[in-house]
């Protein structure tokens, strides 16, 4: 019998958990401190408990997290069963019983589901994409704040700076099937239209107000999470949650756009 | 009232609630659930000082509002948004009768609205009827995430929802809250979505439409149709006390939403008793946007006075002391 020792398989099952947005929060659910903890045996069964900010957070969003935490580690060698179990949470036990039997969406929901949550999560790949514009335009925007519609409608992704702004809308802009050539214009909307020039002021600004309202529900969920489980190490990841902001967060640190590797 | 630096300030508190989440009254898992998560939300946005024990945070009574309220917090009027959430509590989260005869007794501190259900359709429309009458309803608070049989929730442009406003209209109930939450048929779309608002403030422009926590989670898209339906109101409950934990946060929340929306539109709330008013209104009156968040202009003593109380006071015809009124008229 082939034995995977458990040390690579853990790397491996972390990173494959590492690929698991929050649809919402647009964070890999291992920075968010979502995964509770990750127990493999040496016959490759894995178990992975999951944990939310609040037991009333979307049941939507919920199974979507813990359904594709059990595709990617099912999807990885030397695997040969995987449970996925979400604690704590109103729709837990339906939730789990769910993913327990692979039932799928609509088998999970019963009535409660018409369709699939393609259209949900196209959402927010929307607003994932738009909020990446602003952060990556930002700093063009601030050294030039009075920069015209037209000069902006003529920006290619060639003209962005190479750093992590620029390189989160390009993996936005993928997951939504829109071009990452140097070539390509930068002001589309989430079909991949040009925007016009004297519609550019307004989708800006627009982005900015769905960058504000991202981050800010990131910030809020990290710190529920952490007041729900104040004692609870990130156990799987080894990381520790970000450490709650207190009254002295009025130092411009705050919402630094976290950039990370979904 | 509230004086500071030679200025007055007329405080209506736009969304407080008299609950009880006591075990003898849950009736499920989901009513501890409910009020727990209430609870972290109340320890983790508020300052440490404000803390309560779980036991307080459970029931408070009437007595207790009054002195949080009236006594301590610095507030002239409050409005009660009742939850009735009976799927998670016997009698109901929000306690109908104790809120009532309360604001019978102190007719000019506070106004009591009432919630309904339009999945209860005919018996649930006669019962409005009944209940405006009775608590002299100018106002109603939905919250559509509400769990009804094997129902968790319903849309504001559904058939029935579309009768109930209609019918508000025709009973002179005109200020509709709405408060969104994460269950909602099918599971397969956003809960917080605020279409289904959009949709009926623009069918119903003789009602005002204050969606609470200014549509948070999902900020951008309430202020996008607020910005179309004039009609449209934002709510500070939850929204506010980010001012402790998160400054930097609420400023860009108000800053957004005087760019988007109006300094007219905007309500004060403590969402009591997930929070007291005094400090939220004591910092509030002290916020200033940093200095280096220059994509948002200052916040004024006019409009903070607006937000605080002058434009809850109107939507009710809540009469204002003159010193707290201001010089010039609301209209921008």
Redesign the interface.
Known sequence: MTVTTSEPLRQRALRALDTVVDP?LDEPITDLGFVRSLDLTGDGRVTVHLRL????????FAYLMASDAKDALTALDGVASVEVLLDDH?DSDLINRGLAADAGYRGT?G???????E??RL??RR?AHIAATDRALGRLLRAAPNTPGQELYGLVLGDLPDGPATRALLRRRAALGLGTDPADFVLVDEDGARVPPDGIPARL??A???R??I???V??CR??L???YPDEADAASGRTLLP????D??A?S??APKENAS | MYRKDGESYFIVDAHIALWDARPENQLN??GK??I??FY??H???G?ESEHWPYEEFLYQGGERLMKDLFTDGHVDHAVFQPARLGAFYRNGFGQTEEAFALAQKHPDKLTYNHCWDPRFEQSGLDRLRRDAERFRLKGVKLYTAEWKG?S?GYKLDDPWSRRYLETAIELGIKNIHIHK???I????????DVADVDSVASDYTELNFVVEHCG?????DF??IATQEPNVHAGLAVAIP?M??????FA??IG?LL??LDEDRIQFSSDYALWTPRWLVERFVDFRI?E?MD?YPPLTVAQKKKILGLNAAAMYDIPVPAECALTEPAAV
């Open positions: 919402e900010p609040t037991s009333f957070c979307s049941p939507n109103h929901f009535h409660e589901a018409e369709q699939d949550l259209e949900l959402t927010f607003k600004r627009f900015h107000s769905v504000v309202s981050e800010g529900n910030h809020f710190g529920l952490r007041t729900r709650l902001l207190t009254a967060a009025s411009p705050s919402p | 898992i989901h659930q409910f727990d998560c972290d939300y320890r983790n946005l300052p094997d968790r939450g994460p269950t048929r099918p599971l397969d779309r956003d809960a917080f948070l989670p999902r900020l951008e202020c996008w980010f402790h934990t998160r400054p930097r946060y860009q929340i957004e760019y988007w940093p280096d994509e």
